[in-house]
């Protein structure tokens, strides 16, 4: 609507731009996940980016001489999250997690039969002080939509005192090796009574060897019943002592991957460990809520890990900002499909 | 971790709480839309409002008594959004499109064989004045990460010329006559020529008598056509002109629905049309990334619509907060599988 | 922490970087806005940005060649932010007013005497289904935390029928001269009662002669209440009239500044105008709580305008990511403090 | 606009609705902090959020027997909000101190002479590939508008090797032993030399023995430093060892509040202590910039705290979403004059 409307001037040289035309999703009945990422991939604004996240998971899972740091925040165990990355391990598509301990908690009070629950119908998405005092008098916990009764947290903390204290001994361990033993407390829980459907994230792990990390782990039930412990026995966590497992494992990588659900500490623990290696990561999928405009680590762009050389700066990499519970599947279903390509 | 962890106190009468547990999503390569639709369902968060969207959704589409206003807002055309609404105008499912002048625009454009284009590769997520003003050189126009060539507007405009404004007559007429005018040039356009690959929005609504509300209309490329047209001829667009229509609509339902997606004038139109009528909607689903923390109507919950008589009060309802470039496929897809069935 | 870390490596030449170091903010008792402004200027991030929008707001009111166009999206009425608005027109810092047709409906409710409510002490952040299903029985709409009762919908509507409608005449007007009707009316019944402390935004535009733009006016009760009105009469509001006043406005510009408050339709038509005039912005600030990261306009970038002719490349331009109820009246305090100096 | 709008309803009982009207927030030059919250309180949406916040914040730094937690994420070091904190350590409105080992990185940094900078004014907004590759090979590290010089961390480093290491000793210590070590460091080394303005946030916290919790602090520069000094020495940090006396601090108050900048760990790690003492907090207040839809922590409403019994039910507390680098500044400066009062 320039001046020369009416006769376009001349079109210029073009460099910044390209010829990559934007075509029209469409969708359809009985129309299949890797239909629907291909439609995506016709797409703009987000919708292209979640293309592209399973693009480059799927190069990332594919190939064998990559290895994958998976970084889990949020409520994303409470969400029903938990089979997805438990058969990511054990598909071999996740070579360390980075977690917290409160999706720890959670996972293991799914895999001793305990459960978490769909908001009440009738409040579907009540969020007062009026009925959180309710759910108060009635001892139940609110994550947002996902409601857990307290008693599950009573039964955690006999499941900790019989089955994972009682071997891990009476001296400073290393945070991973404390997390390794609640896998194995959980797998062999599993094992002997058939309540739970899926043993978890943690009893995956520890079946399939990938070391879990939760630099956080104090921040959580799991780390409260720790200290706990600690008050009573020789017992405690060392801080430092898996950090060299993880960043030789870093550093012995021929090529490695980033895949981070969420912010926090995880995201920012699985990139940092590119601080201490003279390599970067190649290959980053981020799913996140957060902006960048706060400033904050947890929406930061990939590109900023750039400056500070926690990814290459031609690493292969992609955020897609909406809710992960929406993304992950999509994104793993997405991916999972290339790889049978 | 109260202090009678040990024994756990007697498990109180649960009024605020009750038993439908959460499961665990799982994903797989191969797997459907319905499938994936069906985990989210078993999930929390934001997967379970995608679950109870294509619910809700579905059976909007499915009852043959209720009308469907369909609001859309944002950049959905630009993102190629643009064939999945057309789709839903062929199929029955959308009785009034309320949308904004751009998403008309850009629609239009596309019908004349015009392209938008995606990001330049090398420069994914380049957000920075320095490229801008290059792309001001180059004379393309950025919409985040989706690129339009302007000479684009000077064939759009010519469409209008030639094919719309001659048609449209000397007189004030209702925004919704033009818009079906618009349609009815791009359909013809689209039998004369082979370019486009599907007319798209205002064509679809102009072949099935569709209604097209773009109660700012003058706030877009389209609206500056018009109002130039205005300077040299007797056209011009009555504001109030389409209201009746739309209102009688919602008047005439048996039931109704609203499904919105983004936020602005096209969301607040489609819920205020309730405050003429005696009754309200009974289904509603937006699809929005604005939080309802800013106080804005773009972010609202479909509660607080409640207070004012634009929902019913037992209306089933949901909003999914996350990138409708993504939702919106995601949606119709699984909404479209439930027809099926 | 490279492997060089025990010597550092000579430092390389820095172009992308200068030498402007962040300071400290401190606060104080006592302190006064402008002593916090400067803090913030000392700071980073959000801060920062409030800082520079204080600058650039403070230039555009001091230049005298300077138009300012104003946009106020949101419920920025009902939060009230409207004294803010009118004082600003008073003191001539606006020169035209792109709004909602919300907006004005509010503000002429608090002009006869009506009053906006906070929420329910026992209820600050209430906001679920039950709670709202009250507020519909007990007559009362909810915007967010802020209330307001029914009743004063219908005073407003005799406002219209007596003060309003009578004079505006039988015939399709320009939206701004129906606007302008409406300020002087809530002028006039400001005059004749005690009521209200303040006549508010549309008043003090009509007192000095500042044109209110409300492209989207069908889109609110003020436009429901001009839609049946337009059923028993021949009044009407043409979309287009006062487009070319706006235009010229722009166009006549020796210098020209954008204020927008929110996004939607108050944004883009303050900057779509620039897209048929040969200048653009020389100011631009806009407050907002949309991410750019949806594609929508609403949060887009000041960049991206670049990229379509709306602002100068070189345009002094700053973007304030944060809720604009706090933002508004921090801004323009530092602004016009400055004003001062 | 009911069917009776001419002829009011009766008014119905109104329980769920108070008659506090919204007044009109109105601001001049030279006006102070304290009236510009008056003004806040009059109006509504985040406004009256802030206004609460700060008489919240008010009333708990004036309590003498209520003791404080406060939680400190995000990159507020960095983006200027460093003296702030120290100083409400100073002046005795802090009782511990929960934050990451990020923030005192950045404040050991600025402790022995470094300094964050303004990014660069050529590029206000940039954020793209492009850009932060230069950055990389320029040695400089971006966090959003924030740079970093690589070299300052050598010099942190040599200090951390110089001044906490030779004496925190040879073997596992607390982490809040720890960051007392690094607090007594930054205060001598600003006592030796004339660098820094500030000796920051550690050295307060040492100097007025208030202490610092950073749960996460293996996830820093900090901690990474730690790491590489455990392998060379019979240092570490005990995860544990530093969490009675957190514990011990809350059961023992009469009253306690918490006062959450940012999410992340430091405000869960506030919140949990809750889980094992009988209380729960009297006082609460957050300002973030997540939202509560995500299901995150982060973002999670403050009611929501209250099923898990964190916060009393009867708590005074209060949310602001904002950008903390706008709202921090502004809530101390109104609570600081609150005091004086």
């Keep these: 609507m320039s001046d020369d409307e009416t006769e376009p001037a001349e079109t210029p040289h073009r460099e910044a731009f390209d ?23 016709e ?42 990355v438990a058969d990511l391990i054990r598909e071999g598509h996740i ?3 980075v977690t917290t301990g409160a999706n720890l908690t959670h996972d293991a009070i799914e895999a001793i039969g305990g459960k978490h629950h769909h908001g009440t119908e009738d409040h579907p998405e009540y969020d007062g002080p009026a009925f959180d005092e309710r759910l108060r008098e009635e001892q ?8 857990l009764p307290q008693e599950h947290f009573a039964l ?4 900790l005192r019989e089955e994972v204290f009682e071997t891990v001994g009476e001296e400073t361990v290393p945070i991973a090796a404390f997390t390794r033993e609640l896998g194995r407390a959980n797998a062999e829980v599993n ?26 782990i104090q921040d959580s039930v799991l780390g409260l019943q720790a200290w706990l412990r600690s008050q009573v026995s ?7 002592g898996d950090m060299s497992a993880l960043n030789d494992l870093a550093y012995e990588a021929d ?18 460990t590119m601080l201490v290696t003279p390599g970067a990561y190649d290959y980053a999928v981020q799913l996140t809520m957060d902006a960048p405009q706060t400033g904050g680590l947890s929406g930061a762009t990939l590109d900023e890990a750039r400056s500070w050389g926690k990814l290459e700066t031609d690493a292969e990499s992609v955020s897609v900002y909406a809710d992960a519970t929406i993304t992950l599947p999509l994104v793993v279903a997405g991916a999972l499909d290339q790889l049978e390509r």
């Design 234 to 240: 020789g017992f405690s966590l060392d801080a430092l």
């Design 140 to 147: 139940v916990d609110r994550i947002y939509n996902v409601y």
């Design 43 to 84: 797409a703009g604004i987000g919708a292209a980016n979640v293309a592209e996240a399973i693009d480059v998971t799927g190069e990332m899972f594919r190939s064998e001489e990559t290895t994958v740091f998976f970084g889990l925040a949020g409520a994303m165990v409470p969400a029903g999250m938990r089979a997805i």
């Design 191 to 216: 094992d002997r009574e058939d309540v739970p459907e899926d043993p978890g994230i943690a009893a995956a792990a520890y079946e399939h060897d990938v070391p879990i990390h939760a630099p956080a």
């Design 19 to 41: 010829h990559d035309p934007i075509g029209h999703a469409r969708v359809s009945a009985g129309m299949s996940v890797a239909e629907l990422a291909a439609e995506y991939g």
């Design 255 to 272: 090529s490695s991957a980033a895949f981070v659900v969420g912010g926090g500490v995880p995201k920012n623990y699985v990139l940092q």
């Design 95 to 97: 070579d360390a997690l």
């Design 156 to 159: 955690f903390e006999t499941h």
